[in-house]
């Protein structure tokens, strides 16, 4: 399987990548502002990274859920959530409790496979002042996991293979981050 990993210019991002090749995958790493939309069509999955601010300020990520949106299986980490989440509808939050390396119970709320094996309730590190705000889903997303206060955690698209995870699975915060990545690549 063949990966595109969308670096939106993070250091979790070769995280990321490390745990995909250590699961079998080829792994490319494009910078979101460092390649043209073709590019991606060779690809089977495309993953979009954890970054700083917003997915506006971050080079083609919006273009890139929009292109690819129901053609490839995307998920998007953190500011790759909110990307989503955007591209569909949704309106962005900013918090006013910053969450950077901080691991909190959540809840996995749907029978989703991105999930399949973990507990119901597993520890999520999060790394975010932002947040996708849950009253402003659109129809076509629905919420698949939320921290105690009841903030959107993870996403899926109801028709298109999208999810969007807003916790890091690839810190070692989300003991369970290996089998979610694992997951989403089998799927």
Not at 16 to 37: I, K
Not at 54 to 81: F, N
Not at 116 to 121: I, S
Not at 133 to 144: A, G, K
Request: net charge negative; charged share 20%; glycine share 8%.
């Amino acid at each position: 399987m063949n990966i595109v990993l969308i670096d939106n210019y993070d250091s979790f991002t070769y995280n990321l990548a490390h745990l995909v090749r250590e699961l079998g995958a080829e792994v490319s790493v494009y910078r979101n502002d460092q390649f043209s939309l073709p590019q991606l069509e060779s690809f089977d999955k495309i993953l979009l990274s954890p970054g700083p601010g917003i997915p506006e300020e971050a080079g083609l990520l919006l273009d890139v859920v929009r292109s690819y949106a129901g053609r490839k299986p995307i998920l998007g980490i953190c500011l790759g959530h909110q990307a989503i989440g955007e591209v569909f509808g949704a309106k962005l939050v900013n918090l006013s409790e910053v969450f950077h390396g901080v691991a909190t119970e959540g809840t996995n709320l749907q029978n989703d496979p991105i999930f399949a094996g973990l507990p119901r309730r597993f520890m999520m590190g999060r790394y975010h002042s932002w947040v996708v705000d849950r009253n402003s889903l659109p129809e076509s997303l629905e919420v698949t996991a939320e921290s105690d206060e009841g903030l959107v955690m993870a996403l899926r698209h109801r028709s298109y293979d999208i999810h969007g995870i807003q916790f890091h699975p690839e810190s070692v915060l989300t003991p369970q981050g290996f089998q979610i990545i694992k997951n989403w690549l089998s799927m």
